[in-house]
């Protein structure tokens, strides 16, 4: 029997909820594919682009996410005022002409700055899709349709480093910013010709200075949105700083060569069906009862495995090693959805500066966060490890403070 919060909403004309919900997952997905899909080439990218130092191909992830983060400060006020299409097309557009580019690239500094204004592009389809769920889902429901958005979206880092390799195995780097291209295309072709505009004419707001500043004033001033944020802020720190070091784990720590795509995509399938669960979940137990009980989850995983990494052999055995990050990231998975929906829950009628606002701090924060955590490593996975732990325990610190102290309580409901 079809859950009666998932139905179909209006105001998707011939889009059925499934391929709404594949749509939306493919335009976030574009995000995770720019990450993805390079990691196993970044040693050849260094390479061939004269990077002497390790911990400088890490650039490469970092460029990109600062673009993300940066421009979502612009394209969620545009999407209020013009209607979620047209910025989402634009920025598709961007996003094609800057895979070309690098593809072309000469230098390395060029390669970032191009990266930089790819992520700038790929900001409109983060924050525009989150706007776009928000304005046909509320509650409850939303949380279930993010979580099936992630659970499609986690498809991606399962297949991209693997299909990646084979790319680097039939040629280069660079044919993997061309497969970029061609993916993006048709996926903003299937956007352009399904999706009807989503944006209510009634939150319609115009485009001025005061306005924008109205809105992010409603955003940063709302106790339980700005907390949320936070602490997810943190929590996505911890991923972003595995994703800058993943390579040099994996490849260097653990020799995995041809494997590390396989290492990869088994840990994303963790995130997959955690988010598949939550979405099975969610409108039982509510948003908070998960998420909290996760984030204690993650926390207690964590410091096991920092003790281990600490006290036990070394390198810590792979199995091991596997095992504990799995562990982590499936609890990352009921965190994620649940804080953003959390967050956006309180903020419908600015859906589009709410997602904007918020995106830049999480994506912003957390690949700093990232970065710091990268750049610490020393050749052990100690770094990373207690990278995690400690983000953990700060994100726990803001949630209390956005529930003043008191977790697992549904607040009404639907949430």
Same mark, same amino acid.
């Given at each position: 029997?079809?859950?009666?919060?998932?139905? =179909?909403?209006?105001?998707?004309?011939?889009?059925?909820? @499934?391929?709404?919900?594949?749509?939306?997952?493919? *335009?976030?997905?574009?995000? @995770?594919?720019?990450?993805?899909?390079? #990691?196993?080439? *970044?040693?050849?990218? /260094?390479?061939?682009?004269?990077?002497?130092?390790?911990?400088?191909?890490?650039?490469?992830? !970092?460029?990109?996410?600062?673009?993300?983060?940066?421009?979502? *400060? $612009?394209?969620?006020?545009?999407?209020?005022?013009?209607?979620?299409?047209?910025?989402?097309?634009?920025?598709?557009?961007?996003?094609?002409?800057?895979?070309?580019?690098?593809?072309?690239?000469?230098?390395?500094?060029?390669? #970032?700055?191009?990266?930089?204004?790819?992520?700038?592009?790929?900001?409109? =389809?983060?924050?525009?899709?989150?706007?776009?769920?928000?304005?046909?889902?509320?509650?409850?429901?939303?949380?279930?349709?993010?979580?099936?958005?992630?659970?499609?979206?986690?498809?991606?880092?399962?297949?991209?480093?693997?299909?990646?390799?084979?790319?680097?195995?039939?040629?280069?780097?660079?044919?993997?910013?061309?497969?970029?291209?061609?993916?993006?295309?048709?996926?903003?072709?299937?956007?352009?010709?399904?999706?009807?505009?989503?944006?209510?004419?009634?939150?319609?707001?115009?485009?001025?200075?005061?306005?924008?500043?109205?809105?992010?004033?409603?955003?940063? &001033?709302?106790?339980?949105? #700005?907390?949320? =944020?936070? !602490?997810? &802020?943190?929590?996505?720190?911890?991923?972003?700083?595995?994703?800058?070091?993943?390579?040099?784990?994996?490849?260097?720590?653990?020799?995995?060569?041809?494997?590390?795509?396989?290492?990869?995509?088994? %840990?994303?399938?963790?995130?997959?069906?955690?988010?598949?669960?939550? @979405?099975?979940?969610?409108?039982?137990?509510?948003?908070?009862?998960?998420?909290?009980?996760? $984030?204690? /989850?993650?926390?207690?995983? &964590?410091?096991?495995?920092?003790?281990?990494?600490?006290?036990?052999?070394?390198?810590?055995?792979?199995?091991?090693?596997?095992?504990?990050?799995?562990? @982590?990231?499936?609890?990352?998975?009921?965190?994620?959805?649940?804080?953003?929906?959390?967050?956006?829950?309180? *903020?419908?009628?600015?859906?589009?500066?709410?997602?904007?606002?918020?995106?830049?701090? !999480? &994506?912003? /924060?957390?690949?700093?966060? /990232?970065?710091?955590?990268?750049?610490?490593?020393?050749? =052990?996975? $100690?770094?990373?490890?207690?990278?995690?732990?400690?983000?953990?325990?700060?994100?726990?610190?803001? %949630?209390?403070?956005?529930?003043?102290?008191?977790?697992?309580?549904?607040?009404?409901?639907?949430?």
């Amino acid at each position: 029997m079809t859950n009666p919060s998932l139905a =179909t909403p209006q105001g998707l004309g011939r889009m059925g909820r @499934a391929e709404f919900i594949a749509l939306m997952a493919m *335009l976030m997905a574009l995000n @995770a594919l720019a990450i993805d899909i390079m #990691l196993p080439g *970044l040693q050849e990218i /260094g390479a061939s682009l004269g990077v002497e130092n390790e911990n400088h191909r890490q650039y490469v992830v !970092s460029s990109y996410v600062f673009g993300l983060g940066a421009a979502q *400060l $612009l394209f969620g006020p545009l999407s209020d005022r013009f209607g979620r299409r047209r910025p989402m097309i634009f920025g598709i557009i961007l996003y094609i002409i800057c895979c070309v580019a690098i593809a072309l690239v000469p230098s390395f500094g060029l390669m #970032l700055v191009l990266r930089f204004i790819q992520g700038a592009g790929a900001a409109a =389809t983060r924050v525009i899709t989150v706007s776009i769920v928000r304005d046909v889902f509320g509650g409850r429901a939303m949380a279930e349709v993010m979580s099936l958005i992630m659970m499609v979206f986690m498809v991606v880092p399962v297949i991209a480093p693997g299909t990646g390799q084979i790319i680097m195995f039939l040629g280069n780097w660079h044919l993997i910013f061309v497969f970029m291209a061609v993916v993006s295309l048709a996926i903003g072709i299937w956007m352009y010709k399904r999706l009807p505009e989503t944006l209510n004419p009634e939150d319609v707001r115009p485009f001025t200075p005061s306005s924008i500043l109205d809105a992010f004033r409603i955003v940063l &001033t709302n106790r339980i949105a #700005l907390c949320y =944020t936070i !602490s997810s &802020t943190f929590i996505f720190g911890a991923l972003f700083g595995f994703i800058n070091s993943a390579q040099q784990v994996y490849m260097g720590i653990y020799h995995l060569g041809a494997w590390f795509p396989v290492a990869f995509a088994a %840990v994303a399938v963790f995130m997959s069906a955690s988010s598949f669960l939550n @979405a099975r979940f969610v409108g039982r137990f509510g948003m908070r009862r998960l998420s909290h009980g996760s $984030l204690f /989850g993650f926390i207690a995983v &964590t410091f096991i495995w920092m003790l281990v990494q600490v006290f036990g052999p070394q390198p810590m055995p792979f199995l091991l090693f596997l095992t504990f990050f799995a562990l @982590a990231m499936f609890q990352f998975g009921w965190i994620g959805s649940n804080f953003n929906s959390l967050a956006m829950e309180p *903020l419908g009628h600015v859906a589009g500066t709410a997602s904007a606002v918020l995106g830049f701090m !999480s &994506t912003v /924060g957390g690949s700093i966060i /990232g970065v710091i955590i990268g750049q610490a490593f020393d050749g =052990t996975a $100690l770094p990373m490890v207690a990278g995690f732990f400690t983000v953990s325990i700060i994100g726990l610190v803001f %949630v209390l403070i956005g529930e003043k102290g008191k977790v697992f309580q549904p607040h009404n409901p639907r949430v």
